[in-house]
């Protein structure tokens, strides 16, 4: 037995497998034993994964059903630009709303039961759009609640994952599991956009809703019945009760005054404000900067490439971690790839000399894929500070997140509007993608900051 110092990264030797991690401190070895019967079987872990990638992108199903029926609903009730704008905004106030709460939440009682609560809830909502829809005149004030109550629902629904993960999930194997479920988001985008290609011209925007509705009730009955119901899921135990893991305001307040925790937030911010900017304004680019070019092409393949790019993120990073590379240079590598690395296929993007619709096309289909690094970068670094508190934690940057991706897209349409240059933008994309990860690298950490002391460790 080695008496040796935990690293820098707050791991030394840490197994590969999901049981049985081989760390225990000299004080609390029993505790970490006990921590790890928390952790999914690899068996039951598989069954999970393959669920939430499909909630997941069920999710992003039920969130696009109304962008892609706004036409054709705004047709109908007869709704005006502000109109059907006010609609879609609903979403993203509500959105925010939950983030922090959901996270709590999740933490205290369990991730999975949560992720059931929001699933069915929403799954009702999407299914019951086209009735609210023609219950009075009042159309758009109806359509922007049922928005604004999808958003507050699906606002828990990553940092509920995030608390699940850090549960549920050893450190070697959180990359790859969030880099899936992101994926399962991407996926989800594509398939919302050919349902609505199918069903809008044959069975109108109704079908639309009542099919994700119906689907995403599925989605639940299947966890409640064969993962929540009797003996299947091990509950946790009862950590919450330790004071490692009750968070009192005090200590919430000392966990902000860390500075790898606002590095975190402040990246994620940055890395939430560019992404919003580039799904909100690539369309339009495309649209104005090659008018002739088939629409199918920059609306699927970015995407189609982003799906396979988040996967093998996720896979590398927990293969680097499982092979002996330090947590906080694993997660600065993928971040540096997500932020640094697109913002270079950015400014290729922008340059004069490369302004052929295939060369834009592939510019931005490289800068998306490998933007989904940073499901294994910051997006879990979060469990790797503070996994007591993960979801609501990642819930707060995720609500900063969305703020600071509302700000930007209003910001690059009024430099488009004021340059009529979309060399602006990208500029700014790359300047906070340059900021962001440059705080990160040098404040960026993976060690537990939770916990007020740090002992010793024994290898076995």
Not at 15 to 20: G, I, Q
Not at 203 to 208: A, D, P, R, T
Not at 337 to 365: E, N, P, Q, Y
């Amino acid at each position: 037995m080695a008496d040796k110092h935990i690293s820098e990264d707050g791991r030394n030797g840490f197994s590969s497998f999901l049981l049985d991690p081989k760390v225990y401190t000299t004080s609390e070895s029993s505790e970490e034993v006990t921590e790890s019967q928390n952790l999914w079987p690899r068996p039951l872990a598989r069954k999970w994964i393959l669920m939430l990638f499909i909630g997941t992108c069920l999710l992003y199903c039920a969130r696009m059903a109304m962008p892609i029926c706004a036409v054709s609903m705004a047709a109908t009730f007869q709704w005006s630009k502000i109109d059907s704008g006010l609609v879609l905004g609903g979403f993203f106030w509500g959105y925010c709303l939950t983030q922090i709460l959901g996270g709590h939440a999740s933490d205290k009682v369990g991730g999975e039961r949560v992720l059931f609560i929001s699933a069915a809830s929403w799954a009702l909502i999407t299914a019951g759009t086209p009735v609210l829809a023609q219950l009075g005149s009042h159309s758009v004030a109806l359509m922007s609640m049922a928005r604004f109550l999808m958003g507050l629902l699906q606002g828990v629904f990553f940092p509920s994952l995030a608390s699940l993960c850090s549960q549920r999930v050893a450190e070697g194997e959180r990359g790859f599991l969030m880099s899936a479920m992101h994926s399962g988001s991407h996926l989800g985008t594509l398939l919302a956009g050919v349902m609505g290609s199918v069903t809008l011209d044959w069975y109108g925007w109704e079908s639309m809703f009542y099919g994700i509705g119906f689907l995403s009730a599925i989605w639940a009955l299947i966890v409640w019945q064969y993962f929540l119901k009797g003996e299947v899921t091990c509950k946790l135990l009862e950590t919450s009760k330790d004071s490692r893991w009750s968070l009192s305001s005090t200590r919430w307040l000392s966990l902000l005054k860390k500075t790898p925790v606002w590095a975190m937030v402040f990246a994620h911010m940055c890395m939430c404000g560019t992404s919003y900017t580039l799904l909100s304004w690539l369309p339009t680019y495309f649209k104005e900067s090659f008018p002739h070019a088939p629409v199918f092409v920059y609306n699927v393949i970015p995407w189609l490439a982003a799906i396979p790019s988040a996967l093998g993120g996720g896979y590398v990073s927990d293969f680097l971690i499982n092979h002996g590379y330090g947590i906080a240079s694993v997660r600065k590598i993928m971040q540096f790839f997500a932020m640094g690395v697109s913002s270079m296929f950015i400014m290729l993007l922008s340059g004069g000399v490369f302004t052929s619709f295939t060369s834009a096309v592939v510019f931005v289909s490289a800068a998306l894929g490998v933007s989904t690094f940073t499901s294994s970068g910051v997006s879990v670094n979060v469990q790797d500070l503070t996994p007591s508190c993960a979801g609501a934690l990642y819930g707060f940057m995720n609500m900063l997140g969305s703020f600071m991706g509302l700000v930007l897209v209003s910001l690059s349409g009024y430099l488009i509007e004021v340059t009529l240059s979309w060399a602006t933008v990208f500029a700014l994309v790359i300047l906070v993608n340059a900021t962001g990860l440059g705080i990160f690298l040098i404040f960026g950490d993976a060690c537990r900051v939770d916990l007020e002391n740090y002992r010793q460790a024994f290898v076995i």
